[in-house]
């Protein structure tokens, strides 16, 4: 039995090795079918080796149907191509930064290691939610309301542009005019909103 270095090649994958084989005519079927022949020849073959070729293999054959039939690209008008709207998300949010700010405004500074500890936690809260807030009127603005209802709202950039600068300044200051001046944003777009379904839907807080 002489050593030889064999190398497994199918669709595409080398698989290097040093086996004993019987002769080199057991290497030639090996690099002639080498699925046929690591089934049928009696050699060892180490677990690693086999899970190598095994996994290998089944990447490639993959790899050739995805270029063979390649899946069609699909498109969708926005983040959420369900349709599914709703100006209450942002008005829950903008809640959440006025009931921070009064929170915050009512702890006063910390002069406690509690204090501290809770004061740190209404911040993180209201930072968070403006952010948030700020992200839900982007998506109303830019994926729901359509160049159409400009027409009707012609204010309708600007009221956007105003709620959204809003909430940048919720999140780095603590001012309670300017969490009310969101609230008043967010019922402005929630009263917009729900006239171009022509719905009419109260705006309501929970606290």
């Known amino acids: 039995m002489s050593s030889v270095i064999f190398v497994v090649k199918a669709a595409g994958i080398s698989l290097g090795g040093r086996r004993c084989l019987h002769d080199r005519a057991i290497a030639q079927c090996i690099y002639a079918d080498p699925y046929r022949c690591l089934h049928r020849l009696n050699f060892s073959v180490s677990i690693c080796c086999r899970r190598y070729f095994y996994l290998t293999m089944l990447k490639n054959i993959?790899?050739?149907?995805?270029?063979?039939?390649?899946a069609e690209a699909v498109h969708a008008h926005c983040d959420g191509p369900c349709g599914v709207y709703?100006?209450?998300?942002?008005r829950i949010k903008?809640?959440?930064?006025?009931?921070?700010?009064?929170?915050?405004?009512?702890?006063?500074?910390?002069?406690?290691?509690?204090?501290?500890?809770?004061?740190?936690?209404?911040?993180?809260?209201k930072e968070e939610q403006a952010q948030k807030t700020k992200e839900e009127l982007l998506i109303l603005w830019t994926d729901y309301f359509k160049p159409v209802h400009l027409e009707k709202y012609p204010d309708l950039h600007d009221t956007f542009w105003k709620a959204t600068k809003l909430c940048s300044a919720c999140k780095v200051e603590v001012s309670?005019?300017?969490?009310?001046?969101?609230?008043?944003?967010?019922?402005?777009?929630?009263n917009m909103f729900w006239a171009t379904k022509d719905r009419v839907v109260n705006f309501y807080k929970a606290s």
């Not at 930064?97 to 209404?122: C, H, Q, W």
């Open 62 to 70: 993959v790899a050739k149907i995805s270029d063979r039939f390649p």
């Open 86 to 90: 709703d100006p209450a998300d942002a």
């Open 176 to 190: 309670l005019e300017h969490a009310n001046e969101l609230m008043a944003a967010v019922e402005k777009v929630h």
């Open 94 to 125: 903008a809640e959440a930064v006025l009931s921070m700010t009064k929170k915050i405004l009512d702890l006063g500074a910390p002069d406690t290691v509690e204090k501290a500890n809770t004061f740190a936690r209404y911040t993180a809260i």
